[in-house]
């Protein structure tokens, strides 16, 4: 049996093959960009700039490409999974993992062929033909502040920081640069093509963790051993209105831009539905690896701080040869989803937020991305690096908020208007940052702000376009007396 040690030189553990397979690995990532970046040139009949396939690849998604990158986009966060698992054990898999397969195939079920028929570019686009122009800014600030990519920023920068000497800052400003080196020049194919290459290297790493660390150590009966009882419970030490908070925070899938702008450049409903049933099934099986892997790791070094357990764990389970794969894998997956939402956040300033003069500009998206990078990096720093605080906040306002109001746009048969839609977001914002700030105790101390948010986002948007409603048909009984 190997011994395993709590803190160890990650750059020292490595040996020449592993530096020669990590640097292959990159170099072929990154290769893939440039790829995708020729691939458009060759299908571009002009030189003009081509708005459609920069931001949606003119629908011309497949069903691999699509399979491809809405796996690889949505795990950036590894280092917040992991993290959870060492601490939590299995309560991980409910939270990260259950509760988004469930959102995940309402959306497959009963979004996408809705969504598709709008013909829309972006979420915050498709929100202003539902209601109006107004809901479609307030969607889009919205969702620029979910989309920035401030976890994902903080993984980089952990994972730099695990085998260099920099403080975990400089490791987020030079991990940021890097990315934003290749990502400011290209549209969603260069994102899409590097996804293809990362998708496959992200999902071998974490099932190889798994799979040797069964062969070293044993399987269940290993883990129920070491581990304490409440690593194998639903709710782990958290009360049941804690474990229900992720449950909406995953429901905000239906309202993710990423998940809406995938199924926006998909070639037709059915790749769109198909590839997320397919997508979800992949996601199930990479939940399984990353949480038992961590759980391995606390159970063989309980001490190791937790952000970065599973990374020092992995390295030294693995054979050599296959340490540098991991790593690239790891690499891979963060940057397959800090690429993609740099470039979403850039596209909600540049296409939602800006006026239309700016959308055919390709200079003015590039700058759009290197301010969403500087935002990103001050947020980081704001977090104090806390992954799982950034995704509970942001993903917290942006379900509270839209969930219900985008929802209930799609399915119900009352005609809400552009104003009920705007004051329902607003009061839903308002009131649930009060109740993030207000002491409270007993019962009131589990109610988190995001049921808060729902409730008012539920009863507001009904409220309110009742109010405007009787509000215009008193001005017209009003105008017409006049006549």
């Not at 549209?187 to 963790?209: E, N, P, T, W």
């Not at 790749?271 to 049933?277: P, Q």
């Not at 104003?419 to 207000?438: E, P, Q, R, Y």
Request: glycine residues 8%; charged residues 15%.
């Amino acid at each position: 049996m190997k011994f395993i040690k709590e803190k160890i030189s990650i750059s020292e553990a490595l040996s020449a093959t592993d530096w020669g397979v990590f640097f292959f690995l990159l170099c072929l990532t990154l290769g893939f960009v440039f790829y995708g970046e020729f691939r458009k040139r060759r299908l571009k009949k002009s030189e003009k700039f081509d708005l459609l396939d920069h931001l949606i690849m003119g629908r011309r998604l497949t069903l691999p490409l699509f399979i491809a990158t809405l796996v690889a986009t949505w795990y950036g966060g590894i280092f917040g999974v992991t993290q959870i698992a060492f601490n939590k054990g299995i309560y991980n898999f409910i939270t990260q993992g259950l509760f988004w397969y469930i959102a995940y195939i309402i959306f497959a079920l009963f979004l996408v062929e809705r969504i598709v028929s709008y013909k829309a570019v972006t979420l915050p686009d498709l929100v202003g033909k539902m209601f109006g122009p107004k809901s479609s800014k307030v969607a889009a600030v919205l969702n620029f502040f979910n989309v920035l990519p401030i976890a994902y920023v903080i993984s980089l920068g952990i994972f730099i920081r695990s085998f260099t000497s920099l403080e975990l800052n400089t490791s987020m400003i030079l991990g940021l640069v890097i990315v934003l080196s290749y990502s400011v020049w290209g549209g969603l194919r260069s994102v899409i093509f590097s996804d293809i290459i990362q998708f496959f290297i992200m999902c071998i790493a974490v099932g190889l963790v798994l799979f040797f660390s069964i062969g070293e150590f044993g399987g269940l009966g290993f883990l129920k051993e070491k581990l304490p009882e409440h690593y194998f419970s639903v709710t782990s030490d958290q009360s049941y209105f804690q474990l229900f908070v992720w449950g909406f925070i995953a429901l905000s899938t239906l309202v993710d831009p990423n998940f809406y702008q995938r199924c926006f450049a998909a070639t037709d409903s059915k790749v769109a539905k198909k590839g997320i049933f397919l997508s979800t099934l992949i996601w199930f099986c990479f939940d399984i690896c990353t949480t038992f892997g961590a759980m391995y790791a606390k159970a063989v070094i309980p001490e190791a701080l937790s952000s970065e357990a599973y990374l020092i764990y992995s390295i030294q389970v693995l054979p050599e040869g296959l340490r540098g794969f991991f790593l690239a894998g790891i690499l891979a997956t963060i940057l397959s989803t800090l690429d993609s939402y740099l470039f979403l956040a850039g596209t909600t300033l540049t296409y939602d937020l800006s006026n239309e003069d700016h959308h055919e500009n390709p200079f003015f998206h590039c700058i759009g991305i290197l301010f969403v990078g500087a935002i990103s990096l001050l947020m980081a720093n704001f977090f104090s690096g806390n992954i799982k605080m950034v995704w509970k906040t942001l993903g917290s306002y942006s379900a509270g908020c839209l969930l219900f109001p985008v929802l209930l746009g799609h399915f119900s048969k009352t005609k809400f208007s552009d104003n009920a839609f705007v004051a329902t977001c607003l009061v839903s914002a308002a009131l649930m940052s009060v109740w993030s700030a207000i002491p409270r105790s007993g019962l009131l101390s589990d109610v988190d702000s995001l049921y808060i948010g729902i409730a008012a986002s539920f009863i507001g948007l009904y409220g309110f376009n009742y109010y405007f409603a009787r509000q215009k048909s008193d001005n017209s009984q009003s105008i017409n007396r006049h006549l």
